[in-house]
C-alpha cells in the first residue's frame, strides 16, 4: 500500500523559513512533486523533481526562494521553503508519479498547512 505522509508545516512571518518533508512508503516513484492550494485558488504544482535530481520544474513564483531535493534512500521529498511571503500561505501536497515530472502524478499525501503571517 502506498502512502505518502508530509510534516513541517506550521506558522511562519514572513521573511521566514520552513523545510517541508513527505516519507513515502510502499514504492519508488520516478518523479515527485509538491503541490499547493490556497483557499478559492485551483491547486498549483510548486515543484517537482526526477528520481535522479537531475530533473526538476520550479513554479516562476516560488523561484529562488524555494528548493526541492529528495533522498531515495530514506524515501524522503524535502521542500526548503525560504523568504516566505504572505501569498505563500496553502495546504501543500506531496505527489509521486511513476511517469515524468510533468505527471500524471497518481498518488498523493493528505496535506500539511503553512501559514505566512505580516
Known amino acids: 500500500q502506498v502512502q505518502l505522509v508530509e510534516s513541517g508545516g506550521g506558522l511562519v512571518q514572513a521573511g521566514g523559513s520552513l523545510r517541508l518533508s513527505c516519507v513515502v512508503s510502499?514504492?519508488?516513484?520516478?518523479?515527485m512533486g509538491w503541490f499547493r492550494q490556497a483557499p478559492g485558488k485551483e491547486r498549483q504544482l510548486v515543484a517537482a523533481?526526477?528520481?535522479?535530481?537531475?530533473?526538476?520544474d520550479v513554479a516562476d513564483s516560488v523561484k529562488g526562494r524555494f528548493t526541492i531535493s529528495r533522498d531515495n534512500r530514506k524515501n524522503t521529498l524535502y521542500l526548503q521553503m525560504n523568504s516566505l511571503k504572505p501569498e505563500d500561505t496553502a495546504v501543500y501536497y506531496c505527489?509521486?508519479?511513476?511517469?515524468?515530472?510533468?505527471?500524471?502524478?497518481?498518488?498523493w499525501g493528505q496535506g500539511t498547512q503553512v501559514t505566512v503571517s505580516s
Open positions: 510502499g514504492r519508488t516513484f520516478y518523479a
Open positions: 523533481i526526477s528520481w535522479s535530481g537531475s530533473s526538476t
Open positions: 505527489a509521486a508519479s511513476r511517469v515524468r515530472t510533468t505527471g500524471p502524478y497518481e498518488f
